[in-house]
């Protein structure tokens, strides 16, 4: 019959050798879920380290001409405000130049000390021209409310807030996310 702890280790054997085979045919199939993981993140990184500025949002003009066939625009309708949104373009051209001048190379690392005293005076600089970027897309949009219907001004209302809640408010600090978002 032989060594009886030769059949010991055969039957251990069995077992561990079994193993082995689960734990690698885990690691088949956790591999490209792991990998799919791993390009994201790549992809993430290499589309750019600067993200769009949040001053180029479409104007309330653009989304209405975008949803040229939901607010059933007839064509004079559509070219004032292909119109309007030029004018609103030119006259927003200078503004968003000078923000993006004012824009860091990437953002400021805190953790290195305090910040420099130029960057109350830049904050407020760059705050007084959100707040033309503002009021240029508010005249722009009343000036739009002027060609539509009342029927399209309650739907072209109805889309710029759903058009606002997809969007999100936009990163951190004043009107950011909330917290755990």
């Known amino acids: 019959m032989g060594f009886p702890g030769a059949v010991i280790t055969r039957n251990l054997e069995a077992p561990i050798t079994m ?5 690698m045919l885990g690691l088949l199939f956790a591999a490209p879920t792991f990998a799919g993981s791993t390009t994201t993140t790549t992809q ?5 380290a ?3 500025p949040p001053f180029e949002r479409k104007s309330p003009v653009q989304v209405l001409i975008d949803h040229r066939q ?3 625009l007839t064509d004079a309708q559509a070219a004032s405000l292909t119109r309007i949104q030029t004018a609103l373009d030119a006259k927003n051209a200078p503004v968003k130049q000078s923000l993006e001048a004012l824009r860091p ?3 400021p690392d805190r953790a290195q000390g305090t910040p420099s005293a130029q960057d109350p005076a830049v904050h407020e600089e760059a705050r007084g021209l959100f707040e033309q970027l503002r009021a240029n897309d508010l005249a722009a949009w009343q000036e739009a409310e002027q060609v539509l219907t009342d029927a399209q001004k309650s739907q ?3 889309l710029l807030e759903s058009e606002r809640r997809s969007h ?3 990163h951190g600090g004043r009107g950011g996310p909330p917290r755990g978002e």
């Open 44 to 48: 993430d990184a290499s589309q750019g």
């Open 50 to 52: 600067r993200r769009p």
């Open 70 to 72: 939901d607010l059933a």
């Open 168 to 170: 999100g408010p936009g």
């Open 156 to 158: 072209a209302r109805t």
């Open 105 to 107: 190379p990437a953002p």
């Open 19 to 23: 193993k082995r085979h689960l734990f």
